[in-house]
């Protein structure tokens, strides 16, 4: 493969919807933009399928504005996603089960939801705004959910839901997300219900992969996949970036007496 040399004001790693959406508002405001990929495809987690299903990000909330707006500017809707309207499929311990109420004996579910109460009640003293400012932010973030529930009683079932449960909206397992973090997203919420409901109201027709798939249809050459950086440098003022690729981009051209990378 032939090694090109390109220049540009401004590198973006990574094509997940942040980068996308960075590389898209500098584009739009005139700056020489490029975006690098290691990956073949975009769009990071909000992934999807011919045929119009999303193996990745999927839900949208009332709250989320912003990704609300670029829907919109894509040329995109959001519909309910009608989750209020039907049982829940539960894969919860190696057993697949689809009900309203969470699956497992009273004890379990009682243990968990006097765990999730006392996060809630001490989520709701912090600062939404400023939560490390708060009060016992630093115990909170010393430890991780799984471990903040299991301290509380809550037994291995019951840990087990809440993966299921928060984990599946999160997108990342309980034992791997800090009890400040889930104690910040109740607080933003006002409260534990609205917290689960805040994110899930809305899906994409035909799929929210659609997003990153039309901010990479807009940007167009600007995209570079199968483009993992492997250096960063700066070289006399400029900032050099190479990778492993057809296609590598290594320069990034100073204007107006600055470099800028992200």
Known sequence: MRDESRTCDVVVAGSGLAGLTAADRL?????????VEALPVTGGRVVGVDGGRDTGAEFVGKPHTAVRGLIADLGLRTASAGL??????WRVTGSTRSSVRPPGRARHLWSLGVALWRLRTQALRLDADAPWMSAGIGELDSTTLAAWLSHHGVSAHGLALADAL????????????????AAWWIAAADGLVAALRSGQQYVVPGGAHQIPQRLTSRLGDRVHCDSPVRSIRSVDGTLEIRCHASSSIPHCRRRSGRHQHN
């Open 84 to 89: 209020d309207r039907g049982p829940i499929l």
């Open 166 to 181: 928060i984990g599946g909206f999160a997108t990342r397992p309980i034992d791997d997300m800090s009890a400040a973090h």
């Open 27 to 35: 584009a739009r405001q005139g700056v020489d933009v490029r975006v």
